[in-house]
C-alpha cells in the first residue's frame, strides 16, 4: 500500500522537530504550521485526525515555557476535533475542555481578534453539545457576544454576521415552554434584523444573502397570530436572497432558497385580502419551485434534501388535484 501524502508529510514534521539545529520555539512552530495545512484542507478524515497528533505533540512540547504557543495548539487541536465527521460528544467534550484551559491564556497573551476567533468557535463547540445536555444555549450565546465586541460590523462584517447568524439560530434551538415559544421565535427574528442593519447587498453580499434566507425561515415558523404577514414578509426575505443567490454560482443556495420560499407558498393565499378564493396560483408556483430545486440537489447528489423535496412536490400534487 503507498503511503498517503498525509502519513509522509506527519513524518516529515516530526523528522523536523528532531532537528537539532531548530530551536524548541521553531519546532513548536512547525508542528503548529504543519498541522494547520492537514486541518484547512483534508483529503480525508485521517488527515483531521493526523492533524489532531501534531496539535498534541505541539502541546506535549510547549511545557510551561511557552503559554501562547501551547494555548494555540489548545484551540487547533479543538477546532480540529470539532469538524471529524460524525465527531461524538466525547470528541466535542474534548474540544470544550481545550478551548476552556486555552482561553484564559489568550485573554492574557493573544491579539484580540485571535482571542475572538477562538471564542467564536468555542460558542459553536457549547452549541453542539446541548442537544445532549453536555452544554447550555446561554453559554453559548454569552460566548458569541463576547466574539463581538472584537467582531464589529465595521471591522469583521463576514464574521459579524455569522456571529448574529449563529445568536439566531441558538435562539431557536432553546427549550422553553410552549407558552413562551414566540419569546425564543422573537428573539432570533430580531437577532438577524439587527445584522441586517449593517450587512448589506452590495459591500457584502454573501453574507447578506445568508441572514436574509434564515430570517426568512424563522419568519416563516414565527408562532404568531399574523401568519399570512409572517409568510408575506419571508417571502420578501427569500427574494433579497435571491438577488445575490442564483443556479450558475451559487446553486445549492440557490436551491435552498426557493425550496424555501416554495414553503412559505404552499401556506399564503392567492389574495391576503380574500382568503377564502384559495391559493391555486401560489401552489404552482411552489410547484415549479420545489422541482428546480429537485434538480439542483439531485444533479449535485444531495440525497437527503432531494428525498425532502420530492416529498413535498408529491404533497403539492395532491393539494393542487384537490383544488383542481
Known amino acids: 500500500m503507498t503511503p498517503s501524502i498525509t502519513d509522509s508529510g506527519v513524518k516529515a514534521a516530526i523528522a523536523a522537530v528532531a532537528l537539532e539545529s531548530a530551536t524548541a520555539e521553531e519546532k513548536i512552530q512547525m508542528l503548529l504550521e504543519m498541522a494547520q495545512g492537514f486541518q484547512k484542507k483534508p483529503k480525508a478524515a485521517q ?27 489548545q484551540v487547533g487541536m479543538a477546532g480540529t476535533l470539532q469538524i471529524i465527521p460524525d465527531a461524538g460528544t466525547e470528541l466535542l467534550l474534548q474540544a470544550k475542555a481545550g478551548y476552556e484551559e486555552a482561553l484564559s491564556i489568550l485573554q492574557q497573551l493573544a491579539t484580540p481578534e485571535e482571542l475572538a476567533e477562538a471564542q467564536m468557535n468555542f460558542g459553536l463547540v457549547l452549541q453542539s453539545l446541548v442537544p445532549f445536555n453536555l452544554a447550555r444555549i446561554t453559554d453559548s450565546i454569552q460566548a458569541y457576544h463576547e466574539a463581538l465586541r472584537i467582531f464589529t460590523w465595521q471591522d469583521y462584517p463576514q464574521e459579524y454576521a455569522i456571529l448574529y447568524n449563529n445568536i439566531a439560530v441558538a435562539y431557536l434551538s432553546m427549550p422553553m415552554a410552549s407558552e413562551r415559544e414566540y419569546l425564543r421565535q422573537g428573539l432570533a427574528v430580531q437577532s438577524f434584523e439587527v445584522a441586517l442593519k449593517h450587512i448589506n447587498l452590495i459591500d457584502h453580499p454573501r453574507e447578506y444573502a445568508m441572514l436574509q434566507n434564515n430570517l426568512g425561515n424563522a419568519l416563516q415558523y414565527l408562532v404568531s397570530s399574523h401568519p ?17 443567490r442564483n443556479s450558475k454560482d451559487t446553486p445549492l443556495e440557490y436551491a435552498n432558497t426557493i425550496s424555501n420560499k416554495a414553503n412559505a407558498l404552499f401556506n399564503l393565499p392567492d389574495d391576503p385580502e380574500k382568503p377564502e378564493v384559495g391559493n391555486l396560483k401560489n401552489l404552482l408556483q411552489a410547484r415549479t419551485y420545489y422541482q428546480k430545486a429537485w434538480e439542483i440537489f439531485a ?20 393539494e393542487i388535484g384537490g383544488r383542481g
Open 299 to 318: 444533479y449535485h447528489q444531495q440525497i437527503e434534501q432531494a428525498e425532502i423535496v420530492n416529498q413535498a412536490i408529491q404533497e403539492i400534487e395532491v
Open 228 to 244: 399570512v404577514e409572517n409568510n408575506l414578509r419571508a417571502i420578501a426575505a427569500y427574494d433579497e436572497a435571491l438577488k445575490v
Open 47 to 73: 488527515d483531521l485526525r493526523n492533524a489532531v497528533s501534531l496539535y498534541y505533540r505541539a502541546y506535549e512540547m510547549c511545557g510551561e515555557e511557552y503559554p501562547l504557543l501551547k494555548a494555540r495548539a
